[in-house]
Structures are given as C-alpha cells and as structure tokens.
C-alpha cells in the first residue's frame, strides 16, 4: 500500500501534467478567437439605429383600408394586423397595402412574419415602385432576425439603385462589413 506521501506525489504530478493540456486549451481559444471572423456588430442596435416608425401617406388610405391604417397610425398593431391580414389575403389589395402590412408586423415584433411577405413582394413584384422600400425594410428584418448573408445581398443591390434607399444602404453596408 502507498504511503501519504507517495499518493500526495502522485496526485501533484498528475495535476501537473494537466497544465499543458490547459495552456494547449488556452492557446487555442485565443487563435480560434484571432482568426475567425468573429463578430463585433450588434445587429439589434443597428436595426434599432436604421428602423423607424413609418407614417402613413394620405394618399394610401382609401375607405376599404381606412381602419387597417387607422389602428397602425395609433400604434394599436393588433388591431391593425387583423386589418392588415383580411385586406391582404382580398383579391384588391395594393403594394402600399402590403409594405405596411409588413411594417405593421416589425412593429408587432413579428419578425419572421415581416421577412416572409417582404420576401414574397420581391420575388413577386420586382418592378413595383416601392421594391426599394420593401427591400430596405426586409434588410433590416434579416439583420434582426440573423439572415446577415440575405441582408447583405438585399443592401448590395440597394446600394447599385438609384433610388431613394442608396445611401444608407451603402452606410449601413460599411458598418456590417
């Protein structure tokens, strides 16, 4: 049988010939850190810089939506996405229609919801006069919801347009990039 002494011995070499296994593990969680693309951008803060409530123009509002934009310029974005979501799925909806039905779902936090009709309106409509503001809002929703590939695309092709959304998408662009 060992001694107190041998098994003390024992028991420090054994913890001693962990500590090369412990700065080997060091070393590499520094390198791993130092050379992959590890993320500095908080994507919530920039949304957060980027989006903002939007108004409604008079001139959208017509007496078959005037509730669903009533309830949305109220902040009452329950109520609006009821409205919303019954104009929509209606054989006469309009583009406007849909942007805020989109925008009424950012404000309801319903991100995935957002993304998904954005999408849809690209893919649908892309030579409809309000694909930039689609675009820029379904960027916007990407970053949120961490499609930063997706996001990208969408503010690249922004930043290529002439229109109204080229500079903060190219803005945006260099503090993602």
């Not at 850190?33 to 920039?46: C, G, Q, W």
């Not at 957060?48 to 939007?54: E, R, T, V």
């Not at 409604?56 to 669903?68: E, L």
């Not at 689609?134 to 503010?155: C, F, G, Q, S």
């Amino acid at each position: 049988m060992p001694s107190k002494q041998e098994t003390r011995s024992s028991k420090q070499v054994s913890l001693l010939s962990l500590i090369p296994l412990l700065i080997l593990v060091l070393i590499s969680t520094i390198l791993f850190l130092a050379f992959t693309n590890v993320s500095k951008v908080d994507y919530d803060l920039i949304f957060d810089k980027y989006y903002s409530f939007n108004r409604v123009p008079s001139d959208y509002v017509t007496d078959k939506n005037k509730f669903a934009f009533i309830e949305y310029q109220n902040r009452n974005h329950q109520a609006a996405s009821f409205e919303f979501e019954t104009l929509v799925h209606s054989s006469k909806t309009s583009d406007e229609l849909i942007l805020f039905t989109g925008l009424n779902y950012i404000e309801n936090k319903d991100y995935s919801k957002a993304n998904n009709l954005f999408t849809w309106f690209i893919i649908n409509y892309p030579k409809s006069k309000i694909i930039d503001n689609v675009k820029w809002h379904n960027a916007l929703v990407l970053l949120k919801i961490n499609d930063y590939n997706e996001a990208r695309n969408l503010l690249i092709d922004l930043s290529k347009s002439d229109g109204r959304y080229k500079a903060n998408a190219q803005k945006l662009l260099d503090e993602i990039l």
